[in-house]
DNA sequence: CCCTGATTCGC
DNA sequence: GCGAATCAGG
């Protein structure tokens, strides 16, 4: 693959958007994130900064004639305000209606209701097929328990227990692909909308 | 470990 | 110019 124009211009959108070089390979296809990071210092906007001052002052260039020379300055005055996990954009048109899908509040089995002898309607759970919430409940046993810190792109990001107290966690286990959970919590996440419109009553 | 960008250097 | 290998860090 080459830099066309149009690759080009697609890895300036990116890169200017924030995205990572990785991601941003993988969405031209057919490079690697090193390849992308050298372009982008070929084109001379490492820095995703409309203009930074870089007080840091070049330091003189001193090139040690030594065979050996592993000259490793490391100018890193450059905090990179690392957009957390989700600035992301719809990299893909997601066809989700208005799916609620987003599980604000999923799933504690632990209710942190009282003494609610009710027990009112789970708002999700009782829609969600008994096969699916069965595989939650066996998935979070191998739960990787991983902390708000060690959430990466492909680590399920679903929470588990009470966010107030020390007891909990997020499932951590490998993603699928695209998704923010593993298979099991995307099957409780991510409903196929179906038994809604009974808004009758 | 997973990831990030930065740099070097042979091609 | 290109990008793999490597480095340095989170």
């Known amino acids: ?15 200017n958007e924030g995205q990572s070089a990785s991601q941003i390979a993988k969405e ?7 390849a992308v990071i050298g372009k982008v210092h070929r084109l001379g906007l490492s ?9 840091a002052a070049a330091p003189a260039k001193e090139e040690k004639p030594a065979k050996e ?16 996990p989700e ?3 719809a990299v893909e048109p997601e066809p989700e209606t208005e799916a609620e ?3 604000a509040a999923p799933p504690s089995r632990k209710q942190i209701i009282p003494a609610g002898q009710p027990l009112p309607p789970q708002p999700s759970a009782n829609e969600i097929s008994p096969e699916a919430l069965a595989k939650v409940s066996e998935v979070e046993k191998k739960a990787r328990k991983l902390g708000l810190m ?15 107290t020390e007891d909990f966690w997020f499932c951590g286990l490998p993603v699928q692909q695209g998704k923010p959970y593993c298979e099991a919590h995307v099957g409780v996440a991510f409903q196929p909308m ?4 009974d808004r009758r009553r």
């Open 1 to 15: 693959m080459s830099w066309t124009d149009e690759r080009v211009e697609l890895l300036k959108k990116m890169w």
């Open 69 to 84: 020379a592993r000259p490793r300055p490391a100018p890193k005055a450059e905090p990179a305000p690392e957009p957390s």
């Open 28 to 34: 031209l296809g057919g490079v690697t994130r090193n």
């Open 47 to 55: 820095n995703r900064n409309g203009g930074t001052p870089a007080p």
């Open 87 to 89: 600035p992301a954009a």
């Open 150 to 164: 060690d959430l990466t792109e492909r680590t399920c990001k679903w929470p588990v227990g009470d966010p107030a």
């Open 194 to 197: 179906s038994s809604r419109r």
């Open 101 to 103: 899908a987003a599980p």
